[in-house]
Nanobody
Framework: QVQLVESGGGLVQAGGSLRLSCAAS????????KGWFRQAPGKEREFVAA????????YYADSVKGRFTISRDNAENTVYLQMNSLKPEDTAVYYC????????????????WGQGTQVTVSS
């Protein structure tokens, strides 16, 4: 099966930055929309950001707009999430995912998921 593997999570203080990476096991993901979701304890998984297959359009949740930037490198089968000005409410497990559609902001639109990486922001 195809695999998505996240990395780059960790513990940071409020106002700090982290860069998450998601590596795909195969180049078959090159035409898929790539997205980032997060899930905090006791809450449902929520959409964070997405990027189309060629990187020409990006989408962000209002809660992260202006602070987070999603990008992708299809040659390396990798998608990134640069997170700046982190807040305690950003604390969650972050997941990368791949969807066949051109635009996807809902969990059910994504077919493939990574295992998640923990991001903890202290105040």
């Amino acid at each position: 099966q195809v695999q998505l593997v996240e990395s780059g999570g960790g513990l940071v203080q409020a106002g700090g930055s982290l860069r998450l990476s998601c590596a795909a096991s195969a180049r078959t993901f090159s035409t898929y929309t790539k997205g980032w979701f997060r899930q905090a304890p006791g809450k449902e998984r929520e959409f964070v950001a997405a990027i189309t297959w060629n990187g020409d359009r990006t989408y962000y949740a209002d809660s992260v707009k202006g602070r987070f930037t999603i990008s992708r490198d299809n040659a390396e089968n990798t998608v990134y999430l640069q997170m700046n000005s982190l807040k305690p409410e950003d604390t969650a497990v972050y997941y990368c995912a791949a969807a066949p559609g051109p635009i996807a902001t809902m969990d059910r639109e994504y077919d493939y998921w990574g295992q998640g990486t923990q991001v903890t922001v202290s105040s």
